[in-house]
Every structure is written in C-alpha cells, then in structure tokens.
T-cell receptor
Framework: GQQVMQIPQYQHVQEGEDFTTYCNSS?????IQWYKQRPGGHPVFLIQLVKSGEVKKQKRLTFQFGEAKKNSSLHITATQTTDVGTYFC???????????FGAGTTVTVRA | EAGVVQSPRYKIIEKKQPVAFWCNPISGHNTLYWYRQNLGQGPELLIRYENEEAVDDSQLPKDRFSAERLKGVDSTLKIQPAELGDSAVYLC?????????????FGNGTRLTVT
C-alpha cells in the first residue's frame, strides 16, 4: 500500500488564487519528490527535496520538506489554467530504495 | 534526449487472454521500473530492475504477471491470463541510479482495458 498520504484529494481553485497541497508519511523519508500529471498524460518530475526543512521554489510553486522529514507541501500562488493536473508526492525511506507515490491532489481551475 | 518509449499505447483484450507491454528506457539509464496506475490513484510499483536483475518484485502478482529485461535495456511485462481487475495504465519509468534519490522519467504508458 501507499506509504504517503496526500490531502486534499481534489482542489478546485479560482484562477488567480493560491492553494496548498500536503503530503504526509508515517515514517521518516530520505527524500521526497513531486510530480505533475496532466489529464491523459504521464507523471513528470518537478522537484526533489532531501534536507530537513528544505524549501525550493520554481516560479509560482514553492515546495517544502518538514523538519522531521515526514511531511511536505506544495504551495501554488496566483493559480493559472496551466496548473491543471494531478500533483503527486513520492517518498523513499533511507533503508530501502522503493519510491512510493501518494494518491495525488487533482487540481481544477475556474477561469 | 529521447524519452522512455512504450508500446502499445492502448490495448483492449478479453479476460483470460494474454497481453504484453514493451518499454525502451532512456539510453544510459540502468534502473527500469514498471508501475501500475489505477484510475484516481498514484502509480504503484510492480517491479524494479537494476540492469538485467530484478531487485524488487515483491508487489508483482507472480501467478499471472511476468517481466524480463534480458539485455539490461528493453523490457517486457506480460500478463497471462488477464483478469477484469487488471484494467489500468501500465507505466514504465527509468532513472540513472538505484538509490531512490534519482528522478523517474516515465513513458506515456499503456492503457489496458480487459472486457
């Protein structure tokens, strides 16, 4: 089963607004990766976080890794229609190499 | 660089029939993965290869699923016989190394429908 849980499952956002999606693990992760899957497409790698408390930005996207390395968040500012899709987090533990994906947060945007 | 190539893109079969999927990873990527993605879910690992060795097949239903990567490059995933519950998208991915810290590059997937 999935090692990581994502909330919310669905996010309906007004264009121009901000939102945050969360990823939680019951175990400490060695790293966490985020992927985006457009409707009908395949997951595409966005970013990887490795260090405790790490924050990385990609334009309007801000990714954070929790201090305990058990949770992560993705914050999108000024949402655009191009942000539509499903965002997956995926984590691996330090004692194995298996990357486990969450169920994803599916984002729809109201123009 | 060329991406991960999968074929076929779509496959519709009747239950109890066999089916096979093919994957060509990115050149130089030693690690190859097969994932299954059900509707509304994240990808779930079926098998991971390091070169030609299957290093993690713990979630592969071995009674009906098999996979091979004979020369450490291309890989095939087979289901025989298929069941209705096997309907899903089968994704192949590759990465440069095996420590779980490398980004996965996914192919477009094969959408399997079992009727």
């Amino acid at each position: 089963g999935q090692q990581v849980m994502q909330i919310p499952q669905y996010q309906h956002v007004q264009e121009g607004e901000d939102f945050t999606t969360y990823c939680n693990s019951s175990t400490t992760l060695s790293n966490i990766q985020w992927y985006k899957q457009r409707p009908g497409g395949h997951p595409v790698f966005l970013i990887q976080l490795v260090k405790s408390g790490e924050v990385k930005k990609q334009k309007r996207l801000t990714f954070q890794f929790g201090e305990a390395k058990k949770n992560s968040s993705l914050h999108i500012t000024a949402t655009q229609t191009t942000d539509v899709g499903t965002y997956f987090c995926a984590g691996s533990r330090s004692n194995d190499y298996k990357l486990s994906f969450g169920a994803g947060t599916t984002v729809t945007v109201r123009a | 660089e060329a991406g991960v190539v999968q074929s076929p893109r779509y496959k519709i079969i009747e239950k109890k029939q066999p089916v096979a999927f093919w994957c060509n990873p990115i050149s130089g990527h030693n690690t190859l993965y097969w994932y299954r993605q059900n509707l509304g879910q994240g990808p779930e690992l079926l098998i991971r290869y390091e070169n030609e060795e299957a290093v993690d097949d713990s979630q592969l239903p071995k009674d009906r699923f098999s996979a091979e990567r004979l020369k450490g490059v291309d890989s095939t995933l087979k289901i025989q016989p298929a069941e209705l519950g096997d309907s899903a998208v089968y994704l192949c991915a590759s990465s440069t190394n095996r420590d779980g810290n490398s980004p996965l590059h996914f192919g477009n997937g094969t959408r399997l429908t079992v009727t």
